[in-house]
């Protein structure tokens, strides 16, 4: 079945039934953003990554069924009046909980960069000759001293 043929069948639905499911895939998508959140604020990153593919197919489901409720609207809006309402106010809850999400993701990722810059810094210095030779000139560094360590930026 394809992507249209998906939306048309889910437009067919009746109201509630297409509203019900748009709240349970709201509902499951805000609650898992809520975990990860809470994992990433703990510090627990393996745990928040282990949520990756559930977070994603629970978006993927949802931006389906808000695509089908878009398209379906004037006749939601007329048949299912509070259960548009319901879902457009845990829309923004879902908004609300992905800034927060999205917050402590970059705080997380700052915390990381320093963290690394830190001890490739660390590392480097360690390296240096910290006396001067017989000359009067610092003595050169070991080539078998650590040279450091890199930092992939890109993620």
């Given at each position: 079945m394809t992507a249209a043929e998906r939306l048309t069948a889910l437009e067919s639905l009746d109201a509630e039934t297409l509203c019900a499911r748009a709240e349970t895939a709201l509902g499951a998508l805000v609650e898992?953003?809520?975990?990860?959140?809470t994992y990433l604020r703990a510090g627990h990153m393996r745990e928040a990554t282990a949520l990756t593919g559930e977070k994603t197919q629970l978006a993927q489901d949802y931006v389906t069924l808000a695509?089908?409720?878009?398209?379906?609207?004037?006749?939601?809006k007329a048949e299912a009046p509070t259960r548009i309402d319901a879902l457009r106010r845990g829309h923004e809850a879902l908004?609300?909980?992905?800034?927060?999400?999205?917050?402590?993701?970059?705080?997380?990722?700052?915390?990381?960069?320093?963290?690394?810059s830190?001890?490739?810094?660390?590392?480097?210095?360690?390296?240096?000759?910290k006396t001067y030779g017989a000359?009067?000139?610092a003595a050169k560094p070991s080539t078998e001293s650590m040279k450091g360590i890199s930092i992939n930026r890109a993620l």
């Open positions: 898992v953003m809520n975990r990860e959140t695509r089908a409720i878009q398209r379906a609207a004037p006749r939601l908004a609300t909980q992905m800034a927060e999400n999205l917050r402590v993701l970059a705080t997380a990722r700052t915390v990381t960069e320093n963290l690394l830190d001890v490739a810094r660390a590392a480097g210095n360690t390296a240096r000759p000359a009067g000139q």
